[in-house]
T-cell receptor
Framework: GESVGLHLPTLSVQEGDNSIINCAYSNSASDYFIWYKQESGKGPQFIIDIRSNMDKRQGQRVTVLLNKTVKHLSLQIAATQPGDSAVYFCAENIGGGSQGNLIFGKGTKLSVKP | DGGITQSPKYLFRKEGQNVTLSCEQNLNHDAMYWYRQDPGQGLRLIYYSQIVNDFQKGDIAEGYSVSREKKESFPLTVTSAQKNPTAFYLC???????????FGAGTRLSVL
């Protein structure tokens, strides 16, 4: 099948362990961030988002941490499962609103070993 | 795929040929987008439209064209001027004023 994971950073974890995927963003004016999951041959799926007035947000098995001082974003996945294997992208919005201002990172490929 | 349908899933283009990729959404979203994805790279914006009958160029619009005659449809034409069209093309939509973009399943375009 198609691969969008060629030449990407790869994180390999054991099933049941926690995963931490990191993202450095470039623009200090960015005020909104999104994490997407993309399985091979499919479109990206929304996972979780966070605004710049927060430093942590939790979802189901996922937590996003935002460190504006060092312009760093991380996605933590608890009790990683084989179904979590995918490429994970962060995206930043430098202007807010639907104005085509989402900037996407290159992604990290998560591989879960059973 | 959240109510966004892209077709076809696979498409082949002959040299000098224009091809059109379809994107339809039933989410009643005002804004729609086209991205290109190459291996090892992030998504790059080709065109976007915030409202019917209006659209704007993204970062890599050369060799592409779009139309937005209906709210639910945003077709992308890859013209013969696009010399390196082989890629995975993704369509997305969002509610006006909100940032989350929802994606279709993509179309993989290859050159014969």
């Amino acid at each position: 099948g198609e691969s969008v994971g060629l030449h990407l950073p790869t994180l390999s974890v054991q099933e049941g362990d926690n995963s931490i995927i990191n993202c450095a963003y470039s623009n200090s004016a960015s005020d909104y961030f999104i994490w997407y999951k993309q399985e091979s041959g499919k479109g990206p799926q929304f996972i979780i988002d966070i605004r710049s007035n927060m430093d942590k947000r939790q979802g189901q098995r996922v937590t996003v941490l935002l460190n504006k001082t060092v312009k760093h974003l991380s996605l933590q996945i608890a009790a990683t499962q084989p179904g979590d294997s995918a490429v994970y992208f962060c995206a930043e919005n430098i202007g807010g609103g639907s104005q085509g201002n989402l900037i996407f990172g290159k992604g990290t490929k998560l591989s879960v070993k059973p | 795929d959240g109510g966004i349908t892209q077709s076809p899933k696979y498409l082949f283009r002959k040299e000098g040929q224009n091809v059109t990729l379809s994107c339809e959404q039933n989410l009643n979203h005002d804004a729609m987008y086209w991205y290109r994805q190459d291996p090892g790279q992030g998504l790059r914006l080709i065109y976007y439209s915030q409202i019917v009958n209006d659209f704007q160029k993204g970062d890599i619009a050369e060799g592409y064209s779009v139309s937005r005659e209906k709210k639910e449809s945003f077709p992308l034409t890859v013209t013969s001027a696009q010399k390196n069209p082989t890629a995975f093309y993704l369509c997305a939509s969002s509610e006006q004023g909100l940032d989350i973009q929802y994606f279709g399943a993509g179309t993989r375009l290859s050159v014969l």
